[in-house]
């Protein structure tokens, strides 16, 4: 038994640390959060003894506790942890701990179960800790109804309301951070002080969407991308999900507040008969002592970590949507592909338009069959002549929708996801298709796995472009919440065409950036962060998208002088500079470059080859600055050997220049040779002359020590708006270094002499 009496388990791994109590009626959270080191009695009883509050004027009769799976017995007044009914009764969960395993596993880390009973709601409960290898909790609900816990029971089934994770926060957290957006604005940023009550943001889309609150983070005062204590939380689901931060007046036990959530679940959506079971999605938690960007990595190394994580080297994509839209014309398409191959694409995804009927967004989804009057040889010609340039071939599909335009709308208008009173209105022109229902389900999943067969599809981009409303199928004889079951079979369609065609990519795109969470990258390998290819809007989304996914899993694409999405006007090195930095890609017409913007984009696809091997795994870091019209963020080689920072300025400011800047993340005892990439071109200036160390940095480079590029800050060139400029930091090796001096001073002697 662990910890001698067993009352107290623990994990712990990367600098953290989760402390439960288990020698009450339902554990407690003492402490998760920074690595408490190892429990000796000492501690555990110190733990144990603070973990009792005050008894409050006005209260229970004896001490509030915040339990795992807190409920008004315990005097908990906040949200729960468990809501529903059964019938109407059954409104007061009681679950008692029935028994639990430890298992630390020996590189750190570990599994903690916890199995309750619940006599009053006729329930068995489990609740799993998982804390990994690099620091990051899961936590694991489900429920199963066993009426055999309470005889008295009717057999009415119970009505699940909620199942959700709580885990306490400390009084020093005192700040929140979430997101909101809209299409081609995703995850934009808030910070809001955490005020006595709820805030409670529920995503109620049929997915994350485009407001996602996406990681909810909780921290210290002041909290940045390199400071600050900072507590976050991630729903890992598709679906629709909750997520909270909530302070009561008496606390939370011998905390302030708590921080969870868990799938948002429509009235009558989950009806547990004797014997089912519901199993909640993961709640992802991280801490981090170092900011956001200290929790960012270890997200970043968790799903890096796994197995199907994409090992390869990420090709360049090319992606026709924004190049030629619904005009699938083969000699167009075909000067695209050879353009493509000319500056160094290696994977060219066909778009939308592709199939029967789809000659706009207004008729076709759901007839996923090659459009013979515009492809009279099918997909064979182009498909073939893609990898006889020896690139991928990538297929664009809307599997989840339906057009009532369609054949298969017409000949199955019950498979329309939707109450049978009637339809409401469409959304993008189209509806959502019931791939719940089996027959639904097997028809789109057999056309899609028959034509990545018949054109050895390599990558498929999977999109998803409207919201779900009014989501109920057509079950057991009546309408039936369906957004649970929708999103269930989604994954399992996935993974059914993954493991029929080993080596298939898929890329999941919603609208853009309307579903980038945890569940859904469990099976793709790519994410479109948003259909907005406009870099100033595009840097500060991925900017923000990489706070949970790395840069190696986020599509970034080159669009066209003019954004098709803003029509903002910006430079071709600007754009090329802020598709470089995660997956990049393209999207403009290159049948209409010229020879000069070729030749600039082929230099790109070789710088992005050259510096792919530490972009897609090196640590993402950020500067905090003051000004917010420019930003400094960076990758930094795993071993320190190298870092590539970019430097962006949005819009004008008041300061003239910037005065020193320090560079994140790099070693103060090391040596740099610091260089301003310009194979794309200078960056514009708003300034006379820069900084004396840049001239340097352009010819061939400047030596420069650790401690003042990391600790002191150097000043950095005044860019005009719409402006970026690429840094490449190498580690010198300092013996090596002596030696180029010598050398150096053995040439200066002779040319003197």
Not at 459 to 487: C, F, I, M
Request: charged letters at 25%.
């Amino acid at each position: 038994m662990p910890n001698g009496d067993g009352a107290v388990l623990s994990l712990s791994a990367a600098g953290t640390s989760l402390v439960l109590d288990i020698s009450g009626r339902v554990p407690s959270i003492l402490h998760w959060g920074a690595d408490i080191g190892a429990l000796e009695a000492a501690t555990v009883d110190a733990l144990r003894t603070t973990a009792i509050p005050a008894l409050l004027n006005n209260s229970p009769d004896v001490a509030r506790v915040m339990t795992v799976w807190p409920t008004e017995l315990d005097g908990w007044s906040g949200t729960p942890a468990q809501e529903g009914n059964a019938a109407g009764t059954a409104t007061t969960p009681r679950p008692e701990l029935d028994s639990y395993t430890h298992e630390p596993a020996a590189d750190g880390g570990g599994v903690i179960t916890l199995r309750f009973v619940d006599r009053v709601s006729a329930l068995r409960g489990e609740q799993r800790f998982t804390l990994d290898a690099f620091g990051v909790l899961g936590i694991d609900l489900s429920v199963v109804r066993d009426l055999a816990l309470a005889p008295d029971a009717g057999p009415a089934p119970y009505t699940l309301g909620a199942l959700r994770a709580l885990v306490p926060l400390p009084e020093r957290a005192t700040e929140l951070l979430d997101f909101t957006g809209k299409w081609c604005r995703e995850r934009a940023p808030q910070r809001l002080p955490i005020a006595y009550g709820t805030h409670l943001r529920r995503a109620h889309r049929g997915k994350p969407g485009h407001d996602s609150p996406y990681l909810l983070t909780a921290g210290t005062s002041g909290f940045s991308f390199g400071q600050g204590e900072v507590w976050g939380m991630h729903l890992a689901w598709s679906g629709e999900g909750e997520y909270l931060v909530e302070r009561l007046t008496e606390g939370a036990g011998p905390f302030a507040a708590v921080l969870g959530g868990g799938e948002a679940l429509h009235s009558g959506e989950v009806m547990l008969a004797d014997g089912e079971r519901y199993d909640a999605p993961t709640a992802v938690f991280v801490w981090s002592g170092e900011g956001l960007d200290g929790l960012a990595d270890r997200l970043h190394r968790r799903l890096r970590a796994r197995p199907a994580h994409p090992h390869s080297a990420r090709p360049l994509v090319l992606n026709t949507w924004e190049a030629v839209y619904f005009d699938h014309d083969i000699e167009r398409l075909t000067t695209l592909v050879d353009r493509a191959a000319q500056v160094g694409v290696e994977r060219v995804v066909l778009d939308d338009g592709w199939f029967h009927g789809r000659r706009g967004d207004y008729a076709g989804l759901g007839d996923w069959f090659v459009d013979r009057s515009v492809w009279p040889d099918g997909l064979h010609p182009f498909a073939d002549l893609v990898h006889s340039r020896d690139m991928e071939f990538g297929l664009w599909f809307e599997p989840e929708m339906i057009s009532l335009d369609s054949t298969l709308a017409r000949e199955h208008p019950d498979w329309v996801l939707g109450p049978r009173q009637g339809l409401g209105a469409p959304a993008r022109r189209q509806y959502v298709l019931d791939i719940a229902r089996p027959d639904a389900y097997d028809t789109v999943l057999e056309r899609v796995s028959a034509l990545i067969k018949d054109y050895s599809v390599d990558y498929v981009k999977w999109d998803h472009n409207r919201d779900l409303l009014e989501a109920v199928g057509h079950r057991d004889g009546g309408d039936r919440p369906s957004v649970r079951a929708q999103t269930l079979a989604l994954y399992r369609m996935l993974d059914e065409l993954r493991e029929r065609h080993p080596g298939l990519e898929i890329e999941s795109c919603s609208g853009g950036g309307g579903r980038v969470d945890l569940g859904i990258l469990e099976r793709t390998d790519r994410l479109w962060a948003s259909d907005c290819n406009d870099p100033v809007e595009r840097t500060r989304i991925e900017r923000w998208t990489r706070l949970l996914v790395p840069p190696e899993l986020i599509g970034s694409h080159l669009g066209a002088a003019r954004a098709h999405t803003t029509s903002r006007t910006t430079d071709l090195a600007f754009r090329l500079v802020a598709s470089l930095t995660a997956h990049a890609g393209i999207e403009m017409d290159l049948s209409t470059a010229s020879d000069a913007e070729l030749a600039t984009i082929t230099a790109w696809a070789d710088l992005y080859r050259e510096l792919r091997g530490v972009l897609h795994t090196g640590r993402v870091v950020n500067a905090d600055l003051a000004d917010d019209a420019t930003a400094l963020g960076g990758v930094i080689a795993q071993d320190g050997s190298r870092a590539l920072f970019t430097w962006t300025r949005f819009d004008t400011s008041a300061a003239g220049q910037s005065g020193r800047v320090r560079l994140p993340g790099l070693d103060p005892t090391a040596t740099y040779r610091v260089r301003v990439r310009q194979e794309l071109g200078a960056a514009s200036r708003h300034q006379g002359a820069d900084p004396a160390w840049v001239d340097a940095a352009i010819d061939g480079g400047v030596v420069l020590p650790g401690q003042v590029l990391a600790t002191v800050g150097i000043p950095l060139p005044t860019l005009n708006p719409q402006q970026a400029m690429l840094l490449d930091l190498e580690r010198l090796d300092l013996e090596r270094l002596d030696l180029e001096r010598l050398e150096l001073a053995d040439l200066n002697s002779e040319e003197l002499s």
